[in-house]
């Protein structure tokens, strides 16, 4: 060889070369060149890998599932790699190879008399939801990252989302899931069936197991008729104890139609204001107040006319109960989407303009969100003077995202010796009620250790002893979810 | 000791004397007393048992389980006994303890904006239908049992019945449930929550487990709001493609408040004249044809004069179509009790009546009832002359109850030489249409065998390193949902 006074070449991994004979050479890379596979969404955490592989069909998983088990090399499922708990991404050892799901997205079948659809875990939400649509079917679960993430993402997290409270979250759209186990068997439960009591419930198992169980490759989801009509109406309310008279009034009145009930503090649709002044608002924002604001969406199966009518009367009806202070339904499909817009993307566009903050992704009995928002709120407000308060959530499910962002004013040095305090007092004050630190975004990282405080010994031991049946060496997704 | 001629008595067993320091001596007893315990409700499984114990806390429960384990005491949990595979009823050896849930009966809260109720697992079902109900609100499980089963039974079989199709089966109504693990330790897992990803859903995995993995001793279950009006109508269509068009059709037009889509099979409409005349049917039954009844409920959320207009809007378009033959809408609840009794009682009755039939719980994709109801249908009558087919089913739900009566005049002798034949040609019709042989009463004993046939070995591991994880001595249930 000659002399040359360039770095030595590092030998080729001989884990690569053996992934490429699987899946291609373009489609297994090493690590150091896998660029945004190795941070998550929020950039909270950085990772290392040794490769990224992408396979293309579930064969192709199930062989490369076997190849890195034989080599006790972990193994880290990626989607859209837009989840908010770092699920997703390695940790910063490089011994891990990410497993990503970019081509392994057919749409697989749709049965129109059976009401379902077959997706490959790395079909996009959106792709799903159109395929629905274009054979004229609802497939519900709509999230906000719709447009990138993924339905194995989906399922690995039991997705939540704005319409759970009709339809259910990802679990409740799913009847069948095809997974690769730890050995590297292919696991065929794509069944499409409402009713099947064969044995034990291993679909729900590995749905919201974030991967640390098994590989979904593949689902069979339940579709729904296309609703006739949407209606979509923007409120203000005096006190949250009036939101959720409201809810209770909703879905008595409203029954099986009503498809969204959101909230929003009035602290957060004034920072929409303050740091968002281009958006139009429904409402012009007040002094600070005791004012909610509550997004309300019906999904009619029998007509326009019928829907607008029957959102006009319950109103009215609640109007004159004194639980809404005003009202508007929306006149057009434009209009509607300035108020989902605002949900969507206002709320995160202002918080982002204003700095880093403490988010928690909590739910609780529909009973006890009152005197959460109260207490917890006057407990923060004097452990933490000037911290504000800036709470949306999916009120018909229980489920808060309840950020906390410092003082106006307080520098960024401030975290460093309050972060710890506030989310303790947080998450003790929801569990203290009987809720869950863990909503609807997963565990990921993030929540490891908030779990294993949280969680009964009990329950965790119930956890591990499944982990070790399904996951004998470790190898699936580890550090999340569990702590390794 | 005075000699005496009378058989000695046998000593006392130590484990009654140890059970009924826990429950109280009433509520042990031993097994040779222990009656219609030991049988299952069609008396086709009679059993042993050391002992009967029948603990009134989920603490007491936690003890027995404690004591049983330590002495290797295999424990049988029993509900209601109305289990129809066998599920309940110990084995012949004797060894088992029953553990019975008749006092463990509380209705232990109701939470009415949440909307919840939190139930111990010997409540009997129409006991919290009632209870629901006394709060204005629905607990829409519903079973031909439900004056005698229980919500333990229910959740350990994932019961389903005849509201599935709108709003599921069991698992689909229960948010938490508590269980008692094989360490006899207490899982708290009775929560009332809408969204909650906080760990493995180890709720699922214990519901329909059959006792097999844990002892459920309480659940939180969802209620419903009650609907403003329930109308009932009972069709006459010609073909099961027109029911299944029918069927289509509902789900798009009535949308949400489509409850019920039930269908029973001329044959089975004529046995129940032939056999039960004493009964007035809803038509005349015709000569043999390819005619098929269909039940049908909606539940509105508006009123009666709506739901009726629906149903008069949405049927006169199916007799448009063809789809629909002749319709009778019930005028009163009276007429809709007659058409629901024909179905919960009425084609039992005949059944009982015309002698043993071999019964099987299945279920299909909807998009394949009608070319299984065919092919199947030929198949058995090409291989069993003279076999008499019935069949009736929640069709929205893709659940077919399908027996298979002996012809006419055949000895009881009979089913010796081809039972296994007739139930082998079923099995296997609907598992290759992508189906299940277990769809709603569970597997229990009877399908032991059958499931373990036709179960991918790929599941039946993964479903056996569960049990060896949660349960690794084997002693809850055994030879249930698994062979021991």
Known sequence: MPISSARPRPAPDPLLA???????????????AAGDALVDQLRRYVGQARAVVRPATTAEVAEVVRLLVAEGVPIVPQGGNTGLMGGATPDAEGAAVVLSFARLNRIRAIDLDNDTITVEAGAILSVV????????RLFPLSLPSQGSCTIGGNLATNAGGTQVLRFGNTRALTLGIEVVTAEGE???????????????????LFIGAEGTLGI????????????????TAFLEVEGIESAIALLR?????????????EIISDATYRLVAARVPERRLPFPPGAASDRWYVLIEIFDDESEEHARAALERILGDAIAAGEVADALIAASIAQ??????????????????DGWNAKHDLSLPISRIADFIRETGDALRAAFPGVRILVHGHAGDGNLHYHIAKPEGAPESYWATHETGIRTLVHDATVARGGSICAEHGVGQLKVHALAHYKTPV???????????????GLF????VLSS
Do not use: C
Request: charge should be positive; charged fraction near 30%; hydrophobic fraction near 40%.
């Open 216 to 231: 979904i490759t593949a689902a069979t989801l339940r579709l729904l008729p296309l609703p006739a009509a949407q209606v």
């Open 249 to 261: 009034r909703a879905r008595k009145d409203f029954g099986a139609s009503l498809t969204t009930f």
């Open 18 to 32: 053996a992934l490429q004979a699987i899946v291609g050479e373009a489609h297994a890379i090493p690590g150091d």
């Open 129 to 136: 939801q159109d395929a629905a649509r274009d054979a004229n």
């Open 459 to 473: 329950e965790l031991a119930l956890m591990r002893r499944i982990k070790a049946a399904l996951d004998p060496q």
């Open 336 to 353: 509607s989407r300035t108020f989902w817009d605002l949900r969507e993307h206002g709320l995160g566009e202002a918080q982002k303009r």
């Open 477 to 480: 997704n580890p550090g999340k």
């Open 186 to 204: 292919v696991w065929d439960g794509l069944r499409g069936l409402r009713k099947d009591n064969a044995g034990y419930d291993l679909r729900d």
